[in-house]
C-alpha cells in the first residue's frame, strides 16, 4: 500500500466527520524506529499507511510514548542523546544529552519520569519529562532495556554485562538496586505484567520465555517458543499473551494462566518488537528483515502490511485513540475491552459497539449515558474531573468496568526531589 498524502488524509478525515454526540473511528499513531536509516516513520494505524518520516539520533533503539501522547522519546544508541517529538507537529522539538549508547526508555505511570539504559556508561539515567533533563542516575551493568511496575515503586532492567548476566531490580523512589537477579544467558528483554505479579524474561540462545514472580524474583514456569524469542508481553485487556519470535517470523500467543502456547500469527522476515494498540485487540509488529510493520488482529482476523523505513526494530504507539486525547474501548463478546482504562481530565474516552447485539451505557455519577447502542455505532464521553467512574452496560447490567481519571499537575512525586 502506497503512503497517503497529507491532502488525502485530511480529506479522508473530513469524510469520517461524525454526527454530533458520535465518535468516528481515529487510528492511533505508531511511532517506528528504523535502525539503518536513523529515521522514525510514522504510521497512522487506523489509515494502513506511513505518513511521515522523522530523521533521529543515529541508530534509534529505545521508542516510548508519553503518558499524554504529546511526546514521543527516541533514544539514538549510535549517539549520546534522545530525539524528542512532538506528535501534534511529528517534528523533532527537543535533543536531550544523556550519555553515551542510551537503549531502552520507560516511562513511569504518573507520566513524571522517563528512565533510559545508558549502556555505554553502564548506569541507568532518571529524566524529569517536564525539564527534559537528567536528574540522576543509578550504576547497573550494560542496561539494555527498561520496565517499570504499575505502581511505580519498581523498575526491572537486563544488564547484559559479559559473564555477570542478570535482571536488576530498582527502587525507584530511592533510587537504588534493590536486588541483582543472576540469569544463566544474556537477558534480550522483560516485560512486567499489567497486575504486576510477574516479569516475562526472554534470553538470547534460549528457545523459551522464563516468567519470574516478583514477590520472589523466582521462575515460576516457562514458555516454549520457537528459536530465538525477542519480546513476550501480556498488554492490559488483551485476550492473550504475545511473543515475538524471530526464526519462524511469528507473533505467538499465550495463556497467561497456563502458560501454555494457544496459537500463532505469521508475521514477516526477522520480527523484532511488539506494541498494542487502543483497545487492546489489535498489535502492530516490526518487522526488521523485510521493512514493514504487521498490523494483527489478536482476534483471529487478517494481518495488515505496512512499509515503512529500514531495519524498523522498536515501535511505540500512542495510548489514546487520537492524538486529540482519549481512550478507546470495545464492547464484544458481551464484556467491556479493556473494562479499567485510565486517562487525564479533559480527555475522552470513546465506547464502539463491536458485537452482534446492542449495549448501552449507564453511569453511576449520573451523567447522561445511552439506553441503545447498535453494532457499529459509537459514544463518546469528556471526562474533566479527577476521580474513578464505574459504568454498566443499560441493557446487560453485569458488564461492568470503569475509568479512572487523573490531573497530571496533582500527581504526587514519586521519586522525591531531583538530585
Known amino acids: 500500500m502506497k503512503p497517503l498524502s497529507l491532502l488525502a488524509l485530511a480529506l479522508s478525515a473530513a469524510l469520517l466527520v461524525p454526527a454530533a454526540g458520535a465518535a468516528g473511528p481515529a487510528g492511533a499513531k505508531a511511532y517506528v524506529g528504523n535502525f539503518k536509516d536513523d529515521t522514525v516513520s510514522v504510521v497512522d494505524t487506523g489509515g ?14 529505545g521508542i516510548v510514548v508519553s503518558r499524554n501522547d504529546r511526546l514521543v522519546f527516541v533514544s539514538g544508541s549510535g549517539s549520546s542523546s534522545l530525539s524528542v517529538i512532538d506528535t501534534a507537529t511529528d517534528r523533532i522539538v527537543d535533543t536531550i544529552e544523556v ?55 519498581q523498575a526491572y532492567v537486563s544488564s547484559q554485562a559479559p559473564g555477570q548476566f542478570a535482571l536488576a531490580v530498582l527502587d525507584l523512589p530511592g533510587r ?34 522464563q516468567v519470574f514472580d516478583t514477590a520472589t524474583n523466582k521462575v515460576v514456569a516457562q514458555i516454549p517458543t520457537g528459536v530465538s524469542p525477542h519480546v513476550a508481553h501480556l498488554f492490559a485487556g488483551a485476550p492473550a499473551g504475545v511473543v515475538v ?10 495463556d497467561p494462566a497456563t502458560h501454555a502456547a494457544t496459537g500463532s500469527i505469521a ?32 482476534g483471529g482476523g487478517p494481518v495488515v502490511t505496512i512499509p515503512v523505513g529500514n531495519a ?30 485510565a486517562i487525564r481530565t479533559g480527555d475522552s474516552v470513546t465506547w464502539s459497539n463491536d458485537d452482534g447485539a446492542p449495549h448501552g451505557l449507564g453511569f453511576k455519577d449520573g451523567a447522561p449515558g445511552t439506553n441503545e447502542l447498535l453494532p457499529g455505532q459509537s459514544f463518546s464521553r469528556v471526562f474533566d474531573k479527577a476521580g474513578v467512574y464505574d459504568y454498566v452496560c443499560s441493557v446487560h447490567p453485569y458488564m461492568t468496568a470503569k475509568v479512572t481519571v487523573s490531573d497530571l499537575s496533582a500527581s504526587a512525586d514519586s521519586l522525591g526531589a531531583p538530585r
Open 48 to 61: 494502513h499507511a506511513m505518513v511521515a518520516t522523522i530523521p533521529v539520533a543515529a541508530g534509534p533503539d
Open 99 to 153: 550519555g553515551k549508547g542510551p537503549q531502552g526508555l520507560a516511562t513511569t505511570p504518573d507520566g513524571r519520569w522517563l528512565l533510559a539504559a545508558i549502556n555505554g556508561e553502564d548506569r541507568v539515567a532518571f529524566i524529569d519529562v517536564a525539564s527534559r533533563k537528567v536528574v540522576g542516575s543509578v550504576a547497573v551493568p550494560k542496561p539494555h532495556t527498561v520496565s517499570i511496575s504499575p505502581d511505580g515503586k
Open 176 to 209: 537504588t538496586v534493590a536486588a541483582t537477579v543472576p540469569v544463566e544467558k544474556t537477558p534480550r528483554d522483560l516485560e512486567i505484567s499489567p497486575d504486576g505479579k510477574t516479569v516475562y524474561v526472554t534470553m538470547a540462545g534460549a528457545p523459551m520465555v
Open 245 to 254: 519470535v524471530q526464526g519462524p517470523g511469528e507473533l505467538m500467543l499465550f
Open 267 to 298: 508475521v514477516g522476515k526477522q520480527p523484532h518488537w511488539v506494541d498494542i494498540l487502543p483497545g487492546a485487540r489489535q498489535a502492530l509488529v516490526t518487522n526488521e528483515g523485510s521493512n514493514n510493520v504487521s498490523l494483527v488482529d489478536l
Open 312 to 341: 524498523p526494530r522498536k515501535v511505540a504507539v500512542q495510548h489514546r485513540a487520537s492524538a486529540a486525547g482519549g481512550a478507546k474501548v470495545s464492547i464484544r463478546d458481551f464484556a467491556f475491552g479493556p473494562d479499567q482504562v
